[in-house]
């Protein structure tokens, strides 16, 4: 073996290893993690804001705190508004239970002929109180099973009651835990954010320090562009949803969608992360559909609503309000969710695409990673002439402009 062989294998291990305890750090400092990335991200986002205020004569710590409470009031307005649709949903739920009763009964019918099993058998199964094995038996040992299992719960009767109070508190307790453990997270991101935007140029000339004076000029335009994306992207989709949420409920509703609103706001919600969430909203309202008892038309409603949703997100509102910001190939985008999901669930999988879309600037600007930034991004894929619908629509568009 070359001693040129024996350095790459060293340094292939050890990139392989530094990935490793990377990733496993990072998922095992999760609950630190999380908030001060999500709180850098919507700072970002906030830092037009705080400028504007502080052209008006305002003092950056002040301007900080408006702009947090800014975003507060956001967040409080748009949870309280889908708090108030969650509701209305409970509301409907003896509805779309009674109209789910039907598809369960011929569910249990069905497995009853295939297996012989009982629809008493088959719910105590589910319920994990009998084994799978002993609940086709047959009727010969119904008799004797029943007189054993009165006695047991007789004798039972006493401990049992302990032991679900003890359940019972432990449950309440776990949830509390978590209550205050959100509510907890949720304040420390806007704490973070004041101070993020408080101390920006201090954070801004910490890590320019690392570089050389002839290198910090090249530094300072990563660290410009990277703020520019995560502004320009995370801002897009904000506008992005706002008017997805408008498309999809207006849809909806006009074909008779029970709870349209909800339904609208979740799936609008979801097109954060890319590819998946257009599916999973398209199946949350093609299921309501179905559990409301929604006929024919109801969902043809669905699919033409969410068709023309995904036409004017495509090749309208994507390349528009959102534009090319990031410049991730899709094999990317979709590693890179999946990755951001396994790491830090639904929070990774938001914010993978801007982090990585930070990283692509960042290779494309060091000359020894710029082969990583190629595999990064959408150059050489032969993607640069536009295909003819988005021929059709950039006419239009001129059209408009003249």
Known sequence: MTSSTGKLLLYTALIILSLYFFVSGISVAASVLKPIAIAALLAMVLLPLSRKFEKWGVGRAIT?????????????????????????????????RKNLEPGIERAQ???SEKTGLSTE?????????????????GDSGKSEGTQTEKSKEEQASESSSDEVDARTVGRVGTAMAGIFGFFGSFLLVFIYIFFFLMYRSKIKNSILLFLSEKKRAEGYKVLAASVKLSEDYLIGRLILISILAVVYSIGLSAFGVKNAIFISIFAAVLTLIPYVGNIIGFVLAFGMALFSGGGVWVFIGVAITFSVAQFVESYILEPFVVGDKVNLNPLITILVVVLGGAVWGIVGMVISIPLFGILKIACDHIPALSPIGYALGNEGMGNDEPNAIERFIGKLRDKFKK
């Open 64 to 96: 900080s705190l408006l702009s947090v409470l800014v975003s507060i009031v956001a967040v409080v307005v748009f949870f309280g508004v889908f708090a108030i649709q969650v509701h209305n949903v409970s509301e409907d739920w003896p509805e779309i």
């Open 109 to 111: 019918d069905y497995i």
């Open 121 to 137: 058998e088959q719910v105590a199964y589910l319920q994990r109180k009998i084994p799978f094995a002993e609940a086709g038996d």
